[in-house]
């Protein structure tokens, strides 16, 4: 799972992946995980990426690829594993001022480290008491330059006595996000730090919410409604690609081209039972006619022509034959979808049964405790004085009195 925080300010973004561990080698997978794993691939549903999709206190935290807090438009989003996106507003200013006071404090911790970077790359720079100032000789009498001379020596630049100081060489500053980045990498207590908010605002503002937003099932309901959604999506592709003509289903079909054909050959004629000279005529008026009864045909029909609009005619069956049969794969697996959604949904209402009914027979247990070694004797209400009858009668009130 990746964790933005998104600033309203100039304050630099944080990015933080948080990924649970995996188990030892040598560890055991459990039985749950397991019961859970045979029944998502018995259903043949998408298994997880993770083995924690089986947990039920983690499942939900292992379908989430990305959770963004916008500080700008003060909304949470949340993208799932299959693409799925769900918003919405962040309200709560507790959790607004928590963030912001880490991004200070990653903030701050960054501009330290690039000014701390940009001290050590540049240079020392050389003093002007390194370079010794050439005293003047004393020498014997130079003879006069000529006029020539000077006026070269005018027009000439002269170099300079003392060598030119080197510039430092300049380096570019880095940008407070790729600084704030890698103190996220590097620096184990900041890293820590931020892992505890982020985590702390993932449970108190998203899970809380998600829990509501996602099915109660688990994994196997929530992998259900993703891969049903994507069928039902396909499915209005190919109604859309076919011209908004739902096909109808491959039994009606097939007996709608057989009720056809035999309406078309037993009610109106027979081809057989046609005379020779009728199909020769029929033949001969179908390819050829005389316009004006001279000695030029022109025909109506020509082979060649006829053969590739029949061709045409039958790709564009073809085309549409598989099309029909695709959707309604689709559908029959969009049904399946639907039924095994339902088994999950009663799975899991009977097992929140089950548990309801183990709490209330431990709480009246609990009780029956209670009243035996006198602990609510003189608090309790009416309506829990029944507690205090033992369970079995005992066998000396069965005994007739003497």
């Known amino acids: 799972m990746q964790i933005r925080?998104?600033?309203?300010?100039?304050?630099?973004?944080?990015?933080?992946?948080?990924?649970?561990?995996?188990?030892?080698?040598?560890?055991?997978?459990?039985?749950?995980?397991?019961?859970?794993?045979?029944?998502?691939?018995?259903?043949?549903?998408?298994?997880?990426?993770?083995?924690?999709?089986?947990?039920?206190?983690?499942?939900?935290?292992?379908?989430?690829?990305?959770?963004?807090?916008?500080?700008?438009?003060?909304?949470?989003?949340?993208?799932?594993?299959?693409?799925?996106?769900?918003?919405?507003?962040?309200r709560d200013a507790s959790c607004v001022q928590?963030?912001?006071?880490?991004?200070?404090?990653?903030?701050?911790?960054?501009?330290?480290?690039?000014?701390?970077?940009?001290?050590?790359?540049?240079?020392?720079?050389?003093?002007?008491?390194?370079?010794?100032?050439?005293?003047?000789?004393?020498?014997?009498?130079?003879?006069?330059?000529?006029?020539?001379?000077?006026?070269?020596?005018?027009?000439?630049?002269?170099?300079?006595?003392?060598?030119?100081?080197?510039?430092?060489?300049?380096?570019?500053?880095?940008?407070?996000?790729?600084?704030?980045?890698?103190?996220?990498?590097?620096?184990?207590?900041?890293?820590?730090?931020?892992?505890?908010?982020?985590?702390?605002?993932?449970?108190?503002?998203?899970?809380?919410?998600?829990?509501?937003?996602?099915?109660?099932?688990?994994?196997?309901?929530?992998?259900?409604?993703?891969?049903?959604?994507?069928?039902?999506?396909?499915?209005?592709?190919?109604?859309?690609?076919?011209?908004?003509?739902?096909?109808?289903?491959?039994s009606y079909r097939s007996l709608g081209m057989s009720m056809t054909r035999r309406s078309a050959t037993h009610l109106f004629y027979d081809e057989d039972d046609l005379p020779e000279e009728m199909d020769g005529m029929s033949l001969a008026d179908s390819v050829s006619t005389d316009t004006d009864g001279s000695s030029v045909h022109t025909p109506l029909s020509t082979p060649v022509g006829t053969e590739v609009r029949r061709r045409i005619s039958q790709q564009k069956s073809l085309s549409m034959n598989t099309d029909a049969e695709r959707y309604h794969e689709l559908q029959q697996h969009a049904l399946h979808l639907r039924q095994v959604l339902v088994h999950v949904e009663a799975i899991h209402n009977h097992e929140e049964y089950e548990a309801r009914n183990l709490q209330a027979v431990l709480a009246i247990r609990a009780r029956r405790r209670a009243w035996s070694n006198r602990v609510l004797m003189g608090g309790a209400p009416h309506s829990e004085l029944g507690f205090a009858t033992p369970r079995t009668s005992s066998p000396l009130a069965r005994c007739e009195p003497v």
């Open 5 to 90: 925080i998104l600033p309203d300010t100039s304050l630099p973004a944080i990015i933080y992946s948080f990924s649970l561990p995996n188990l030892p080698q040598d560890l055991q997978t459990p039985a749950a995980w397991d019961m859970e794993r045979q029944r998502v691939a018995a259903e043949d549903l998408e298994l997880p990426h993770s083995v924690y999709a089986f947990d039920k206190s983690t499942w939900m935290s292992s379908i989430v690829h990305e959770l963004t807090f916008d500080m700008a438009a003060m909304a949470i989003s949340v993208m799932f594993v299959d693409g799925q996106v769900q918003q919405w507003p962040l």
């Open 98 to 250: 928590t963030l912001k006071n880490m991004l200070l404090e990653v903030h701050d911790a960054a501009k330290e480290e690039r000014d701390r970077k940009l001290a050590l790359s540049q240079p020392p720079t050389p003093s002007t008491s390194n370079f010794e100032i050439p005293s003047p000789r004393t020498g014997k009498h130079k003879k006069q330059r000529s006029l020539f001379h000077f006026v070269v020596s005018l027009v000439t630049p002269s170099t300079p006595s003392f060598p030119a100081l080197p510039e430092p060489p300049r380096t570019a500053s880095l940008p407070l996000s790729d600084v704030a980045t890698e103190l996220l990498l590097n620096h184990a207590p900041l890293r820590l730090r931020a892992r505890s908010v982020l985590v702390d605002a993932y449970r108190r503002h998203v899970a809380c919410e998600l829990r509501q937003r996602l099915p109660s099932a688990g994994y196997a309901a929530w992998v259900a409604q993703s891969m049903l959604r994507c069928t039902t999506d396909e499915m209005t592709r190919l109604v859309e690609y076919m011209g908004g003509v739902v096909p109808p289903p491959l």
